[in-house]
């Protein structure tokens, strides 16, 4: 089971971090953050190894967002957030090497809320 905390609500240009929780059944695992708008698909935001700790990010995140782990703990650290990023973010586990792909993750957390206003 993957658990996330730390959502909530920012002013445009703040900070949040995500934290999720992840069982011993997803122990090396690549893990990944999506994010999901109202009315919109399930996107790829960043998603981290597990040995090698090679990270990656979408676009729109890079310079802003870092992925890591600490263990069974991987964070999702936001800075500068725009009201665009608002959704529910949900942290994900995979034995596949397509991260960016929704579909290539078997292991899903309940989400967490993160609203941006400007």
């Known amino acids: 089971q993957l658990i996330e905390s730390g959502g909530g609500s920012v002013q445009a240009g703040g900070s949040l971090r995500l934290s999720c929780a992840a069982s011993?059944?997803?122990?090396?695992?690549?893990m990944g953050w999506f994010r999901q708008a109202p009315g919109k698909e399930r996107e790829f935001v960043a998603a981290v190894w597990p040995s090698s700790g090679i990270t990656d990010y979408t676009d729109s995140v890079k310079g802003r967002f870092t992925i890591s782990r600490d263990s069974a703990l991987v964070y999702l650290q936001m800075n500068n957030l725009k009201p665009e990023a608002t959704g529910v973010y949900f942290c994900s586990a995979t034995r596949s090497a397509s991260t960016r792909r929704a579909v290539a993750y078997g292991y899903w957390g309940q989400g967490a809320q993160v609203t941006v206003y400007s």
């Open positions: 011993g059944r997803t122990f090396g695992y690549a």
